[in-house]
Each structure stands twice: as C-alpha cells, then as structure tokens.
C-alpha cells in the first residue's frame, strides 16, 4: 500500500521567513505533485516532479527519488501563501494520484 | 488553458434525496476524470475513475450504485449521490489529466455537499 506521509501536519510563520514542508512516500512513483488547497476548498497545482528540481517564482520543489522524498520550499513567505499544501504520488502503473494529509500553513504579517 | 469547471461548488439536501456533481473540461477533451473525496482533516480520497464512453473503475469501498458516475462525452463528467444520508457529507472534488504537450492534472473547484 502507498503511504503518503507529510510534516509538519501544521505550521505557522511570520512574513518573510523561509519555509520548508516535506513529504515521503513508500512506492516508486512516476511521479510527485505539489498541489495548493485555498480556503475554500479549491485545488491549484504548483509543481509535477519526477526528478531533481522545479523553481516557479517563490516556490522551489525539489525531489530525491532514491530517498523517496521530496520537498516544498517557500522564500519570503506572505500571508497570501497561507493555505494548505498537499503532496501527491502517481505510484508506477497506477491512474490516480495518492495524497498526503496536506500541512496547513499561517503566514503571520 | 486546461481548465475544469465543477458545479456547484456547494449544495444542502436532504437525507434520502440524490445530488448530482458536474465536471466540465472548459478547453480540453478529458477523456479520463477521477473523482475524489475528502473529509474534514483528511487526505483526498480517489473514489473513481471515469473513461468517456465505458463504465467507470471504483476503488475498494466505494460503492458504485451510490456513486453513480457517468462520463458520455469528452468534455462532461457527473458523479450522483444517490440516497444520499448524512455519512456522505464531504467534499468531492474532480480532476483531469491535462491534454497532451500538458503535464500533470487540472483540478475542479470542488463541491461541498451537507445532507442534512
């Protein structure tokens, strides 16, 4: 069975500070997926990773496949990134996506 | 581009009647659309997977003649709550694998479904 295990569960921060969640998974994978979950329940995808490293603005994801781990990072975090960030695996041979718990963040002003 | 409308976004009924969720590919063809739950504090759950023009794969526990989904063309996916009873309360959300030259999947915006 694929586990998707993300820490921290929570976390809170002042504005500005550099942020970091991390994710684990048990299978191999075809692939990983950073996904952005607002308030209201909406889902945004903010990366697709099967290896290495993506940087989109402020956003940087990066993958270790042989440790099956990957990493959400967050610089000069606002209050505006404050949402819920899901990690997401395409296990190999398989159609949908296994999710993590998702890691609720507060960006404090 | 790749985008999916999900309608509603929000619906209260009551126990015993049926619901019906739609997904539109806006710009797309989707010729594959999954369909997820989640509960309060909980993970996303695949629930289904829906092919345009055959019958839709459900995961283990989920029951298809409750969660009766349709997918007859390429760019509308329904997901019905039939009988629905408050234990189906949740968010169900859908997803497109984005079309070709796209990686990845779009998401719907999710509907929010209270029985009551």
């Known amino acids: 069975k694929n586990e998707v295990e993300q820490s921290p569960q929570n976390l809170t921060a002042q504005e500005g500070e550099f942020i970091t969640i991390n994710c684990s998974y048990s299978v191999g994978i075809s692939a990983l997926h950073w996904l952005q979950q607002h308030p209201g329940g909406g889902i945004v995808s903010l990366f697709m990773l099967s290896s290495g490293k993506k940087k989109h603005g402020r956003f940087i994801a990066t993958i270790n496949i042989q440790e099956k781990h990957s990493s959400l990072h967050i610089t000069a975090s606002h209050p505006r990134d404050s949402a819920v960030y899901i990690c997401a695996v395409r296990a190999g041979g398989a159609d949908g996506l296994t999710f993590g718990k998702g890691t609720h963040l507060i960006i404090q002003p | 581009g790749a985008v999916v409308s999900q309608h509603p976004s929000w619906v209260i009924c009551k126990s015993g009647t049926s619901v019906k969720i739609e997904c539109r590919s806006l710009?797309?063809?989707?010729?594959?659309m999954f369909w997820y739950r989640q509960f309060p504090k909980q993970s996303l759950m695949l629930m289904a997977t829906s092919n345009e023009g055959s019958k839709a794969t459900y995961e283990q526990g989920v029951e298809k003649d409750k969660f009766l989904i349709n997918h007859a063309s390429l760019t509308l996916s329904t997901l019905t709550v039939t009988s629905a009873h408050p234990e189906d309360s949740s968010f169900y959300i859908c997803s497109a694998r984005r079309p070709p030259g796209h990686r990845g999947y779009t998401f719907g915006s999710g509907t929010r479904l209270t029985v009551v």
């Open positions: 710009d797309f063809q989707a010729t594959t």
